[in-house]
Structures are given as structure tokens and as C-alpha cells.
């Protein structure tokens, strides 16, 4: 966290964590917007319907959001255990089998919309991304000095072209 509170009287090292894991929170919520809701470019190309479509996109996202955490207070989750990522799912899910009848409710699906609790064995960097992605496909060229064979072949192949 960039500063220029300088006094610890002023703002002390607990309160600049503090104030640093909000800001967090606001990242990773920008994060969701962009990667998870899918909205890292509007579709509309004039500023005020762009605006108008990240602000329902924003509101939908948190209604979203809301549903579920509802849901995972009722049968007594923490709220930050939720997973947005599977909330979505479940709501796009829910809007292509409208007409379908299920055997759980909204609320029961919005339930089990839990982020995983297990513990990692390495970063998540790279889950959803090739190993090789910035490698290139094929290696450097070999330059071989041509022989005699390879200027007979290209005389060969040249004749062919006349």
C-alpha cells in the first residue's frame, strides 16, 4: 500500500492492513466482473449504453451474488465460502431449462455453490491455461550448407516449374 501518512498516530500498521485487504476485496471483485461474469469487453460501442450495460451487468452480478449468499447463510456457511463461479452456473442453467421441471429449487442448487475447501498442493496460476502457452510451436531453424544432392534435387524441381 502506497502512502503518504507518514505519523503512526495517523494510520497504524493494523489499520494499513486493514484498510490494504478492502482494497483487495475490490480487485478480486473486479476480477469477477471481468473473467467470471465475462464482461472484460462490453459489447455495446457507444459510452453511454456501454455504461448502461456494465451497470446491469454489475447489478445482475450482485443479485447474483446476494441469492447465493442468502442461501449459504440459511444453512449456516460463511458467506466468503461462496463461489460466484458456480452461482452463475447455476443461474444460466436454471434460464436454458426454464421449461424443464427439476427436483431441487433455485435456493437448494444455490446451496452447493461453495468454493473448494481443500488444500492446494501448488499455485493456481496456470489450472485453466496450457503449460507451453508463450512457447513457441516449432524450435529454431537449422541452416545446413546445401551439398551437391540438395543443388541436384533444386535443378530437379526447377526444371519442373518450366
Not at 497504524?12 to 471481468?34: H, I, N, P
Not at 452463475?88 to 435456493?107: D, T, Y
Not at 551439398?147 to 530437379?156: I, V
Request: glycine share 4%.
Amino acid at each position: 500500500m502506497v502512502s503518504n501518512v507518514l505519523n503512526a498516530k495517523h494510520l497504524s500498521d493494523r489499520e494499513a492492513v486493514r484498510l490494504y485487504r478492502m482494497r483487495w476485496g475490490v480487485e478480486v471483485q473486479f476480477r469477477t466482473v471481468k473473467q467470471t461474469f465475462g464482461r472484460r469487453k462490453l459489447r455495446n460501442h457507444t459510452p453511454k449504453r456501454a455504461l448502461v450495460e456494465l451497470d446491469w451487468s454489475l447489478m445482475g452480478l450482485w443479485l447474483i451474488q446476494l441469492f447465493a449468499v442468502k442461501e449459504q447463510i440459511a444453512i449456516g456457511e460463511v458467506p466468503a465460502n461462496c463461489s460466484v463461479g458456480m452461482a452463475i452456473q447455476i443461474v444460466r442453467e436454471m434460464m436454458q431449462n426454464a421449461l424443464e421441471v427439476s427436483e431441487e429449487s433455485f435456493g437448494e442448487k444455490l446451496r452447493v455453490a461453495q468454493k473448494d475447501n481443500y488444500k492446494r498442493r501448488s499455485s493456481k496460476k496456470a489450472r485453466y491455461r496450457p503449460q507451453s502457452k508463450d512457447k513457441p510451436a516449432t524450435g529454431h531453424p537449422k541452416v545446413v550448407k546445401a551439398n551437391r544432392a540438395h543443388k541436384t534435387r533444386l535443378r530437379d524441381y526447377l526444371r519442373t516449374l518450366k
